[in-house]
């Protein structure tokens, strides 16, 4: 099964709201999907700046701050919350900062890199995850949730959804891939690594790889169609995007709502409920092999 | 979770003779124990009322009495699945699975259904005011199903028989291996699945259209002359291995 939950804001008047609207949402997609659940909040970029979420089982992120700051040559704050952390820095030092934490703290694994993007998730029951991560009390201008029950890979933090393969980039999945293997092996050879055996992380790179190779969010998006075998709803986001695509045959539910303040995702419309104007909202599915995507 | 006792004594609810059932108060268990239980003790109090549904799955699933329900609201999946008797309004949209496997009565859909609306159903009549999504009447054998909008893909897939009447498109691959459902589509058909292919509108299948059309409260917004038949070409489900190559 699963659950995807998506929100994308027009109105900034709603921004101090999304985590609250989010994790409501999350939550009330619980039974599709009570093995582990994650969220990506993207918030306003502060210019120059980037920031690494990172995750550690132990929650174990002490003398972090000080040793990267130390070993960059700049400012760094590393943000605890409960097992993932948030580290802000100069948004030149990402890459220098990622070879860091792969040399130095193995142990921490990163969940996202990005100017707005944060992620964070866990195995455990959606309103835990959300409550543990304070999402709630999260603002930002759009976020995408999933709640898994897991069908291609184990259940562990890593394997949750989202996944993100790309700055600021994420992507949650509803359904299952037939040719992840194979597509896993063609990205390997252009160069990707891969942190699982899942399906998701697969259709993920997919996307990285063609936008690193100049796609647009949509263009990529159109690719998975022809590219990807299996049964796939994906919501996908970028650092100023949102965007859904079915597989030609449809059958992972998904449903939208869409007004002046928002556009809004649901795998079920009782996901929705909880919105602000969802009584006159135009409400629709949408249609298999079919891109639609927003972006600011 | 109230016990069906509970509920009928916190909820006589009864406005102008309809007996409301808030549902988000008293639970999904409680309104169905309550509508099964009218069968083993039936009263005059056939008319019902169920309110703040917010898209909860299986409302009113394996009702068995003549009863006339009204659901405000938008309902999840399954909504008046099972029916036997009962006529059951949906004033809302209806999510996946609306009415499967219907034995009798009618169901009405004021909004749009999700998925698989009427699937599997063996008898009574679905209408949907607004549009179906995919494998509207999938598998349907003898449920009547009028859809005032379109249908989405793989509609009436294996329909083994009954009707399926749109007033509007039908999406790709409409009546894949069809067995004997008669589908009536007023717009057009992206394309046709396999074994599927257009009939003759003869006299007696104007005639079982005009009787659908207004069972299916859309007489005056169509007229039979309109529709084109779609039929199966019986090539598939009896076997010939001639067609062994096409299968």
């Known amino acids: 099964m699963c659950g995807i939950v998506g929100l994308f804001l027009k109105d900034p008047g709603l921004e101090p709201r999304l985590g609250e609207m989010l994790a409501d949402m999350l939550v009330t997609m619980t039974d599709r999907g009570p093995d582990s659940a994650g969220i990506a909040v993207y918030s306003r970029p502060q210019e120059g700046w980037a920031k690494i979420t990172v995750q550690s089982a132990g929650g174990d992120f002490g003398g972090l701050e000080a040793a990267l700051g130390t070993a960059l040559g700049g400012t760094v704050t590393v943000t605890p919350k409960d097992t993932h952390a948030v580290i802000e820095l100069d948004r030149d030092q990402v890459a220098a900062a990622r070879e860091w934490l792969r040399a130095e703290r193995p142990d921490l694994k990163v969940m996202s890199a990005g100017e707005g993007i944060e992620i964070y998730k866990e195995v455990g029951l959606p309103k835990d995850v959300a409550a543990r991560f304070g999402i709630a009390e999260m603002a930002g201008t759009h976020g995408i949730g999933h709640t898994r029950m897991a069908t291609e890979s184990a259940v562990t933090t890593m394997g949750a959804h989202p996944f993100s393969t790309g700055p600021d980039q994420c992507l949650v999945h509803n359904g299952s891939l037939s040719n992840h293997n194979a597509v896993r092996r063609t990205l390997k050879r252009a160069g990707k690594t891969f942190e699982t055996e899942n399906d998701t992380e697969v259709a993920a790179a997919f996307l990285s790889h063609k936008m690193e190779e100049g796609a647009g969010l949509g263009e990529a998006m159109e690719a998975t169609l022809t590219d990807l075998d299996g049964f796939f709803t994906f919501v996908v986001g970028t650092r100023n995007g949102f965007g859904v695509v079915r597989d030609p045959i449809a059958c992972k539910p998904a449903v939208m709502a869409e007004t002046d303040q928002y556009v809004a995702f649901g795998s079920e419309y009782r996901a929705m409920v909880g919105l602000p104007g969802i009584e006159t909202a135009r409400v629709w599915e949408p249609e298999p092999a079919t891109v639609y995507f927003w972006e600011r | ?247």
Not at chain 2, 127 to 146: E, F, L, P, T
């Open chain 2, 1 to 247: 979770m109230l016990h069906t006792a509970e509920l009928t004594a916190r909820a006589p609810a009864t406005e102008g003779g309809v007996r409301v059932i808030d549902l988000s108060a008293q639970g999904l268990r409680a309104l169905n124990q309550a509508l099964h239980d009218f069968k083993a003790r039936p009263s005059n109090e056939t008319l019902w009322e169920v309110v703040n549904t917010k898209g909860a799955h299986a409302i009113a699933v394996g009702v068995d009495a003549p009863l006339d329900i009204t659901v405000r609201g938008t309902t999840g999946y399954y909504c008046a699945g099972m029916n036997k008797q009962a006529t059951i309004r949906i004033d809302g949209s209806a999510g996946p699975g609306v009415a499967e496997n219907m034995m009798s009565g009618t169901v009405i859909v004021e909004g749009d259904a999700s998925q698989y609306a009427g699937a599997t159903g063996r008898g009574g009549l679905l209408v949907i005011k607004g549009n179906a999504s995919s494998r509207c009447g999938i598998s349907m054998k003898g449920i009547d199903i009028v859809v005032h909008g379109s249908i989405g893909h793989m509609s009436a897939f294996m329909a083994q028989s009954g009707n399926l009447v749109v007033l509007g498109d039908a999406g790709d691959a409409l009546g894949d291996s069809l067995y004997e459902a008669r589908l009536f589509v007023r717009g057009s058909v992206k394309s046709l699945g396999a074994d599927c292919i257009e009939k003759e509108m003869r006299p007696e299948h104007f005639e079982a259209l005009e009787d659908l059309l207004r069972r299916g409260l859309a007489e005056g917004k169509a007229d039979p002359s309109q529709f084109r038949r779609y039929g199966s070409a019986r090539r598939l489900y009896t076997f010939h291995v001639d067609n062994a190559s096409s299968y």
